[in-house]
């Protein structure tokens, strides 16, 4: 595609529920990335792909937290039993592969949990 | 570990006034250098990057060189623009930790006219 794409750009959901947020990377880019971006915070890091695997968990909080990519394409972030801290911008990255310099952002979900 | 620190913000100057966003980093390798650049409501967007020791980026007026021997990346302009409002995210890029991204904090910069 034109661009990393990700689904929805906004989402509310109630405390306690789960949420599934979606990215669709630059067509051929190996490497995927998730960060989440909390008010008048920096990048926080959760995890990135390189294919199908995650070779680095670290990022994610906590276990609410899992993600998934699929076919070396579409990747999937979803936090079950949602809190109230988790509200942020969660922005989906791409790379070439993980050796090219530039990451290619998308325009990021804004969660908010009520 | 690997991290990048830059300048807290908010920064705020007058139209044609000189830029310095400063930011230092620590990394276990020799990593890239990146600014990112994040226009309000829009997504983040590479401004400028230097690969190695010495090389200098640039890009709509916008400058930073890589010094090996201050660890430094720190971001000028010599006359900024209303148009250059926004908020700026030193980055680093280690080949020791997968070529993962580590990012600053952010500086918020507005420009008045």
């Known amino acids: 595609g034109a661009g990393v794409s990700q689904s929805p750009s906004n989402k509310v959901t109630e405390k306690g529920k789960d949420v599934e947020l979606r990215c669709d990377p630059i067509?051929?880019?190996?490497?995927l990335y998730w960060y989440r971006q909390s008010l008048g915070q920096g990048l926080e890091f959760l995890i990135y792909?390189?294919?199908?695997?995650?070779?680095?968990k670290s990022g994610l909080p906590s276990d609410r937290f899992s993600a998934e990519r699929t076919g070396g394409s579409v990747s999937t972030l979803t936090i079950q039993r949602t809190q109230q801290e988790d509200s942020a911008v969660y922005l989906c990255a791409s790379r070439w592969t993980t050796h090219s310099y530039e990451q290619y952002f998308g325009p990021g979900t804004r969660l908010t949990v009520t | 570990g690997d991290s990048v620190t830059q300048m807290e913000g908010p920064v705020t100057l007058s139209e044609e006034a000189f830029l310095t966003i400063n930011c230092t980093y620590t990394a276990t390798g020799y990593p890239s250098l990146f600014w990112y650049v994040q226009y309000p409501g829009e997504g983040l967007q590479l401004l400028l990057k230097a690969t190695k020791a010495d090389d200098k980026g640039s890009n709509k007026g916008f400058e930073a060189t890589y010094r090996k021997e201050t660890t430094s990346f720190h971001l000028e302009k010599g006359s900024v623009q209303v148009s250059d409002s926004a908020v700026y995210f030193c980055?680093?890029?280690?080949?020791?930790?997968?070529?993962?991204?580590?990012f600053g904090t952010g500086t918020s910069l507005t420009v008045i006219p």
């Open positions: 980055a680093l890029s280690d080949p020791n930790t997968g070529n993962q991204f580590y």
């Open positions: 792909f390189q294919g199908n695997s995650a070779p680095d």
């Open positions: 067509s051929g880019h190996t490497a």
